[in-house]
């Protein structure tokens, strides 16, 4: 099926879109090469700097590659750029939904193939978050992003014990939107505070070699705040 021919305003944009619903629909299936930059510069009606532009625009996103002397191949039909800007607007329920989907079953197979130096990383994490808490044990007001930064610190360490690169690599493009969600309820008072024996706990587990501890820890660990969010929404 051809392109449709770009107008002639926003033309890199223009030609991103197209050639990304082009892969989304199955147009060259993955691992298949596009057609050569002349080939869509004319099924477009576009200059060839212009279909360059939007092609580099879906490298960058991970849709595309390029092989030196071989052409541009489809590596993906989904755009995670795409994928981020979703959560990016999710809220924080709908966050702790999914951390808890990840970070239960990244514990239980944490707890099957850490090694020492994962949790070195998590202490390192807890102990670096203590330093920014007030005398009552509570975030200081004035470093609630480095409090936070360190909270993510120890659930990413939690989630790279699990030795899994897609985990992992999800995980990551994820962190984002759990570091906002988590900065919005330390600011937020009906919100309940990070309890560090519930981290140490989870921690624990981990090192016990008990997948099944391991996963119910993260999940009670993150069930809490998920509560108080339902309870703040009128939901049971």
């Known amino acids: 099926m ?21 892969v989304a629909a199955g147009e060259w299936a993955v691992g298949e090469r596009i057609p050569a930059e002349h080939a869509l510069a004319e099924q477009l009606q576009v200059g060839r700097n212009t279909v360059r532009e939007a092609v580099r625009v879906l490298v960058h996103a991970g849709m595309l590659r390029s092989r030196q002397g071989e052409g541009t191949f489809v590596v993906s039909t989904a755009d995670p750029g795409e994928i981020m800007r979703g959560l990016q607007l999710a809220g924080v329920r709908d966050v702790l939904e999914l951390r808890i989907a990840l970070e239960a079953e990244a514990a239980r197979l944490a707890a099957l193939r850490h090694e020492p130096a994962d949790l070195e990383r998590m202490r390192a994490a807890l102990d670096a978050q203590a330093a920014f808490e007030d005398p009552d044990g509570q975030p200081d007001s004035g470093h609630l992003e480095l409090y936070a930064d360190h909270d993510v610190e120890f659930h990413k360490a939690v989630v790279e014990a699990a030795h899994n690169p897609a985990l992992t690599a999800t995980y990551t493009w994820f962190s984002s939107s759990v570091r906002e969600a988590l900065v919005t309820a330390l600011g937020d008072r009906d919100m309940p505070r990070i ?5 140490h706990a989870l921690m624990t587990a981990i090192a016990s070699g008990d997948p099944e501890a391991a996963g119910q820890a993260a999940r009670t ?3 809490r705040p998920k509560q108080a969010v339902e309870s703040l929404l009128g939901e049971s």
């Open 2 to 22: 051809a392109l449709q021919a770009a107008g002639r305003q926003s033309l890199v944009d223009t030609v991103v879109d197209q050639l990304r619903g082009q």
């Open 221 to 223: 660990l993150l069930e």
């Open 195 to 199: 309890i560090h024996g519930d981290h």
